[in-house]
């Protein structure tokens, strides 16, 4: 029997312009589709209405197209998919696996600063856990009284349901999931009804992607994905985590690097072919 086609993509937020980096990382996707005859997808990650802007999106797609990258179907967007976000919340809230937590910024950091040994994840100081001890009742009056709230995970009821996980990255094999670094992650916000780590565990398995590639600034979320995927009895893709491009001075490239970005780079009046050698592709 043939091993099914690999089906990659590249999944950019529109809340800036693309920059070398991008290029560098859609194109390790394209690649890794096209070599093996696979397919190649393009998603939109637009949860985030506070920062992402259409404008962004379409000039995205537009970059993307000059620098010759071709993907299979139209791009998806995440915000057509609010529904199975809503859906998959609420498979999650039967499970047993999310609180409502109520703190504000300020109380996480007040409650941080007052504990001598604050654990920190890879996205800094973990969540304290103020919330997840609230009796059914207290949530319920909170509710009540219109007191805004995000969705927690419950890591450690939602590991002892899951039973220990593995994972494959292409560029560094087996790696034993550990969800637990992070703490009680947000899955849905107070102002956005889903998260990241929600959205694009959800959309990996709605596009059937057998290979996500990524920057390997996303290694360690991949331990939260591999968990939601269990909870939600997803299909389980592999990995393949590529290193980052730099500056001069070693720094990873961001949208700040409003040089490096594709629309000046274009500007100044480099060629796709010059742009993809920058890249190192
Ligand atoms: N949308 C994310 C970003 O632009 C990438 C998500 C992913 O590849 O998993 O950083």
Known sequence: MSAAPVTTRF???????LHLGHAFSALFSERAARQQGGAFLLRIEDIDTTRCRPKFAQDMIEDLEWLGLTWDGAPLYQSSRNRDYAQALERLTDLNVLYPCFCTRADIKAEIAESAAAPHGPDGPLYPGLCRGLSDNEREARRARGVPHALRLDVGRAMAIAGPLKWFDQGKGEIVAQPEIFGDVVLARKDIATSY???????????QITLVTRGEDLFAATHVHR???ALLELPV???????????????RLAKRHAALSLRQLRTDGKSPEELRRMAGC
């Not at 999944?11 to 312009?17: K, N, T």
């Not at 780590?197 to 596009?207: K, N, R």
């Not at 893709?237 to 720094?251: C, K, N, V």
């Open 227 to 229: 968990l939601l995927q």
């Open 237 to 251: 893709p592999q990995w393949h985590h590529h290193a980052l491009l730099e500056d001069d001075s070693g720094r």
């Open 11 to 17: 999944a950019p937020s529109p809340s800036g312009h």
């Open 197 to 207: 780590h929600l959205a694009v565990t959800l959309d990996d398995a709605f596009q």
